[in-house]
């Protein structure tokens, strides 16, 4: 729905009346003209869809049953689930436990994860660009 409503705002109808008139066929316009002029809205589908897969963390508790195996996720989850529960039943840990920051603990993992993502994928970006230019160079 986001992706054909991108379209539809984003891509002048003209321009697919003058390919028509120029003699192409529907799969040629969707090739040479949507595809390209689509790519933000592709990328941004994509990245929601990969976004999902990864905070998908049921998955992990489905098909894996050995703890070692388990997604970063589940991590995650489990770190959270247990600072609620030392949380809630204090009574029943002795009392030691008088205040677990939860909410800190989620801002940790969030900040975390953004670190991780930014060294990660900035690196492939560079290394990307640097192949691109060098690729241009050696055409050139």
Not at 23 to 28: S, Y
Not at 110 to 139: H, P, Y
């Amino acid at each position: 729905m986001l992706i054909r409503t991108y379209i539809e705002n984003t891509i002048p109808a003209t321009l697919f009346e003058a390919a028509k008139v120029d003699g192409a066929k529907e799969l040629l316009i969707y090739v040479q003209i949507v595809f390209p002029l689509g790519k933000p809205i592709l990328v941004t589908m994509g990245l929601f869809s990969g976004l999902n897969y990864w905070n998908n963390w049921n998955n992990g508790l489905y098909y894996g049953t050995d703890p070692k195996w388990y997604s970063i996720q589940n991590f995650y989850i489990k770190m959270i689930t247990d600072a609620q529960f030392l949380l809630n039943n204090a009574d029943f840990t002795g009392g030691a436990v008088v205040d677990i920051p939860t909410t800190s603990i989620r801002m940790a993992i969030a900040s975390g994860i953004s670190v991780f993502t930014k060294i990660f994928c900035e690196r492939d970006c560079l290394s990307w660009r640097r192949r691109e230019s060098v690729n241009k160079i050696g055409a050139a």
